[in-house]
Every structure is written in structure tokens, then in C-alpha cells.
């Protein structure tokens, strides 16, 4: 990069540094990274004058105040960062940077900041300035020796050259260099003239002409009675047509609603049912089978007693793993293989049998269900019919009702427009006299306005004076020039632990982060502490839960017999013949209802 890109990266990286929002760290890296700035030698420069310039802050700021305390009206306050990185490189940079280094960097400014640089180092490089006052003040911030070896002896050896170069830019810009005297404004006095009221023009008389009456919109419009009635005999022609295909489909389903069934059918269905009904009576209700197993009680057990049970199911368990060790090695018992088979076979036959009484009973139920629904659908077809009637004869009444209505309301609309047309005649002789009487009014109200616009001219007139006075009487008032307290300045005691009140307070803050992330780590050990005795009391419980388990599983299994698929299947042949008897009953009710209906019919 060029040598004005680092000068300038340098100067923003140390005016945009906040102490409060990060470490110098931190922030030098980031604007590092904002400044794309790729080679290593330049970074490590940028971040060496950074740091450098926060450690002398205080003593890079003696010659600073006192160039802007002599020469301040003519710069702004904002430069000062850009004086400050330039003073350090002629000071502890000399040797490194070089003569011509400064020269370029000084060069790579614009012509204004250039100016400002040279002034400035000249400012603080003339022997009546830095081996006077400049270096008391430094002697009083830092050791006098320190002074002496670190900055004065090469400032002596190197003054000659720089002065060279300064005065060789100058010579480059040689026009604006020179000290400029401003000019002092002289106050003039006030000319206040009277001001002169503006003339308010006296309205001209309103002419009284007849207005233009305008010829009426409804002339060429059809009449709104005409077309509500037009209207209404378009919707009434839909409505009648809606109704004419509602009966024709209704009369169509009154008539497959009211063949009644055959005598053969229901004399079919009566011996159909009382058949089932007997192959029911004689069906065998299987018998409950009792429960075998008890679920146990839960017990809350101790520390002492989970352990105790946790070895006892463990040496069950390992005696069971060599049980299995000595069966995958080779080991069979012929006795338990056979019996084991018997036991399969037999539950194989049960369940074949269960299942086969189940798609039984599941025919059965469809059926019925087929029956029910056949009932139920003939009679909602003799109810959606008779329905239909009704519903025909109460709109028949319902469109009479609506035409006697209609005939009521075109009555009162003809009516209510001939008083509407009365009204409107009635008020527009209202508005011309009340049109009269604004004029009137309108020419006394401004006389009024012209007395009042008078008398407020002559107390502007007044306020203005007196608010002449007052500014004549503020100037004459001597200017509070107290200086404000900065709370990141240190107070430069000379003591080593100096620090600003607003670095105190970040102290202070960072020591009680500290304590309470020290306190948070405790809590987070004992916490970790319990979690590993609970995990390994959980894994004991865990093995008392499987050994139990498995105790269970054996004792149900020594009790299992050949019945046992029938307690598995019961319940279900229960609730499958329950259903089939519940239909069964209602299929007759409906077979009942239906014959009393085509009876009575």
C-alpha cells in the first residue's frame, strides 16, 4: 500500500477508539481488517503507532495543547489525532521511519493537511519551545533522565534535517503557509424605519344576478319505479322457474317413496331373523378367565436397599448369561423342546378356531347393518317428500305476501317525491335570504379586521423595540468561560497509579465480572458433582428394574397353558356377539315400522 493509505488508516484506527466499548486489541484488528490493508510489514507499523501513541497520550498532548492554545482559531479540533500521529513519528519513529519516510508520508496529504503538519512541527521543533516549557511539562509526567536519553538526545541529533524537509515542502506549497489575519467585524448601528401598514382593499359589491338553473339529470334518465319493477319480475321469473324444477324432482321421489315392499320379502326376512335369533340361544357363552398376575406395588427404596437389590438381580443375571453361554455351546434339553412344541401347536389350533368365529360373527353384523339402512332410507324418502309439500305451499303464501308488499312501497315512493320536490322549492328561497344577510355581515366583519390588524401592527411595533433592548443588554453581559470537567482525563499527579474516573469505573466492573464468574464456576462443579451421583444411582435402578422384569417374565411363563390364547381372544367374542344381538334387535324394529307404515297407508 501506498504511504497516504497507512498515514490514514493510522489516523482513523486512533480517532475511532472508544476504552469503553473493547481492548485496543481488538479494535486495532478490526480496522485493520475495515482497511484491507494485506502486508505484514504495514500491519505490524499501524498497529506499532496505535499502541505507541496511547502510551505517550500524555506526552504527545503538551505540544498539541499549546500549538492550538497559540494558533487554535485557524484549525479545528477534530485534527488534532492527525497531529498527534505525526508528532510521534517524529519523536520515537525517526530512526525507523526515516527522513524521506516522514517526507512522503507528509507529501501524501492534501495540500490543507499538509500546511497544517508543517505548521505544526515547526511549532514544536524551535529551541524557545521544546527546551522550555515543552520539556517541564514532560518532566513533571515522566522521569527526567527518560526525557533526556529517550527524546531530547536524538531530537538534537535529527532537529537539523527535519527542518531541512519541513521548509523544502514549503518551498513545494509555498502560498498559504504564511499566518493569515482575519478581519474584525465592527458592529453597525441599527437603521429601524416605521414600518408602513399594507392597504386592505375594500371588497367590491357583489352583483345581484339570477343564477342559471341547470336542467335536471332524472329528464333523461328512465324513471326508478320503471326499473324496480323490471327488476322484480327478473327475479320472480327465476324464483318460479327454481320452484318448477324443486316439484318436478320431488314428485319424482314421492313416487319411489310409496312402493311398499312385497309380502314374500317381509315373510323372507321374519324366518331369517328367528333363525338367527336361535342359532344365538344355543351358542355357548364362553366363562371369564381369572387374572393370573398381580401388578406389584411400587416401593421407594434407599440409598443401601438399591444397591443390596442391585447385586442380588445382578448374580441372577449372571447366572442366566451362563445358562445362555451353556446353550449356544451346545447344551439341549429334548423334555422342554417337546413340550415347548405342544404348547405352540395347541394355541396355533385356538387361534385358527377364534378367528374363524370371528369372521362369522363379523358377516353376521354387516347384514344387519345392510337391513337397518335400507329401512332408514325409505322412510327419510317419505319424509324429504311430504316436506317438500309443505315447504311449496308456504311459498306460494310467502310470494303473495311479498307482491302485496311491493305494491305498498311504489305507493309511498311516489308520494315522498312530491314532497321531496316541495321541499327543495321551499329551501332555495330560504338560501337567497340568507345570502343577503352574509353580505352584510361579511362587509362589517372587515371594518372590524382592519381596526384590529391596526392595533396589532402598533404592539409589534412595541415588542420589537423592547426585544432591541434586551440584545443590546445581553451583549453587554460578560461570557462564563468556565472549563467543563472531562471524566477520562487523568489528574496527572505524578504518581504511577493515575487513572481517569471512567477507567476506575471499568476497573472496578471488570473485578466484579471476575468474582461473579468465579462464583458461577463453583455452582457449575457442584452441579456437575450431583449429576454424575444421580446418573450412577439411576444406572442401579436400571439394573433392579431389568432384573425384576425378567422375574416376572419367568414366573408368567411357568403358569402359561394351553388355554391361555382363549383369555387373549375372549373379550373380543364378547363384544363382536354383544353387537350382532344389539343390531339384530334393531333391524326387527325397523322391520316393524316399516310394515305399521305401509299398513296404515
Not at 492550538?68 to 520515537?92: E, H, I, N, R, W
Not at 513545494?172 to 458592529?187: I, S
Not at 339402512?373 to 303473495?400: I, P, Q, T
Not at 414366573?555 to 339384530?584: C, P, Q
Request: aromatic share 6%.
Amino acid at each position: 500500500m501506498s504511504a497516504g493509505q497507512v498515514v490514514s488508516c493510522c489516523v482513523e484506527t486512533l480517532r475511532s477508539y472508544n476504552p469503553v466499548k473493547g481492548p485496543p486489541g481488538d479494535h486495532c484488528d478490526d480496522q485493520l481488517s475495515k482497511c484491507k490493508i494485506a502486508s505484514e510489514n504495514d500491519r505490524l507499523f499501524v498497529s506499532e503507532v496505535f499502541h505507541g501513541c496511547l502510551r505517550y497520550k500524555n506526552l504527545l498532548k503538551v505540544p498539541i495543547d499549546g500549538f492550538y492554545a497559540d494558533a487554535g482559531s485557524l484549525f479545528p479540533s477534530k485534527d488534532s489525532v492527525m497531529l498527534q500521529v505525526f508528532l510521534y513519528f517524529s519523536l520515537f519513529l525517526m530512526d525507523d521511519f526515516g527522513m524521506e519516510g516522514i517526507k512522503e508520508s507528509i507529501k501524501s496529504l492534501s495540500v490543507t493537511d499538509a500546511k497544517k503538519v508543517v505548521l505544526f512541527l515547526r511549532f514544536t521543533w524551535e529551541p524557545k519551545n521544546l527546551e522550555d516549557w515543552i520539556v517541564s511539562q514532560w518532566n513533571c509526567i515522566y522521569d527526567r533522565n527518560y526525557i533526556h536519553d529517550r527524546i531530547l538526545v536524538p531530537a538534537e541529533n535529527n532537529r537539523d534535517s527535519l527542518l531541512d524537509s519541513l521548509l523544502y515542502i514549503e518551498k513545494l506549497h509555498e502560498k498559504g503557509f504564511t499566518k493569515k489575519t482575519l478581519k474584525v467585524t465592527e458592529p453597525k448601528p441599527f437603521k429601524l424605519t416605521a414600518p408602513k401598514p399594507k392597504r386592505i382593499p375594500i371588497p367590491e359589491p357583489v352583483p345581484d344576478r339570477p343564477k342559471h338553473v341547470p336542467v335536471p339529470a332524472s329528464t333523461y334518465r328512465t324513471p326508478l319505479e320503471k326499473e324496480a319493477l323490471e327488476r322484480k319480475k327478473r327475479v320472480n321469473r327465476e324464483r318460479a322457474l327454481q320452484m318448477s324444477q324443486v316439484l318436478e324432482e320431488d314428485s319424482r321421489l314421492s313416487l319411489l317413496a310409496s312402493k311398499p315392499p312385497s309380502k314374500r320379502f317381509l315373510k323372507l326376512q321374519e324366518d331369517l331373523a328367528k333363525a338367527e335369533e336361535q342359532e344365538l340361544k344355543v351358542r355357548p357363552t364362553p366363562r371369564k378367565v381369572p387374572s393370573a398376575t398381580k401388578t406389584p406395588k411400587e416401593v421407594k427404596l434407599n440409598a443401601g436397599a438399591i444397591f443390596r437389590e442391585e447385586q442380588h438381580f445382578r448374580g441372577k443375571l449372571e447366572a442366566e448369561a451362563s445358562r445362555l453361554a451353556w446353550i449356544q455351546a451346545g447344551g439341549f434339553d429334548m423334555n422342554e423342546y417337546m413340550e415347548w412344541e405342544k404348547q405352540k401347536l395347541a394355541e396355533e389350533r385356538q387361534r385358527e378356531r377364534e378367528e374363524i368365529e370371528i369372521k362369522h360373527l363379523q358377516g353376521l353384523i354387516t347384514r344387519e347393518e345392510a337391513v337397518i339402512a335400507k329401512v332408514s332410507l325409505e322412510k327419510k324418502k317419505s319424509m324429504a317428500a311430504s316436506n317438500l309439500k309443505a315447504e311449496n305451499e308456504k311459498l306460494k303464501s310467502l310470494y303473495l305476501e311479498e307482491m302485496a308488499k311491493q305494491s305498498e312501497v311504489n305507493r309511498r315512493i311516489v308520494e315522498d317525491t312530491h314532497e321531496i320536490h316541495e321541499r327543495v322549492l321551499q329551501a332555495r328561497d330560504k338560501n337567497k335570504e340568507e345570502n343577503v344577510a352574509m353580505a352584510q355581515s361579511v362587509i362589517s366583519e372587515s371594518r372590524q379586521l382592519l381596526a384590529e390588524a391596526k392595533a396589532r401592527q402598533a404592539e409589534e411595533n412595541r415588542k420589537r423595540d423592547a426585544l432591541i433592548r434586551q440584545i443590546r443588554a445581553f451583549d453587554s453581559v460578560p461570557v462564563d468561560r468556565t472549563k467543563i470537567i472531562d471524566l477520562t482525563d487523568t489528574p496527572e499527579f505524578g504518581h504511577l497509579t493515575d487513572m481517569s474516573y471512567v477507567e476506575l469505573q471499568e476497573r472496578l466492573a471488570f473485578l466484579k465480572a471476575k468474582s461473579k464468574r468465579e462464583q458461577e464456576a463453583r455452582r457449575n462443579r457442584i452441579a456437575q458433582q450431583k449429576a454424575q451421583d444421580e446418573i450412577k444411582i439411576q444406572k442401579k435402578l436400571e439394573t433392579i428394574a431389568l432384573g425384576r422384569t425378567r422375574e416376572l417374565e419367568r414366573r408368567l411363563t411357568e403358569k402359561k397353558t394351553v388355554t391361555s390364547g382363549v383369555r387373549v381372544r375372549d373379550n373380543e367374542l364378547r363384544k363382536l356377539e354383544a353387537r350382532l344381538m344389539a343390531k339384530k334387535a334393531a333391524a326387527m324394529q325397523g322391520r316393524r315400522n316399516s310394515m305399521l307404515t305401509s299398513a296404515k297407508t
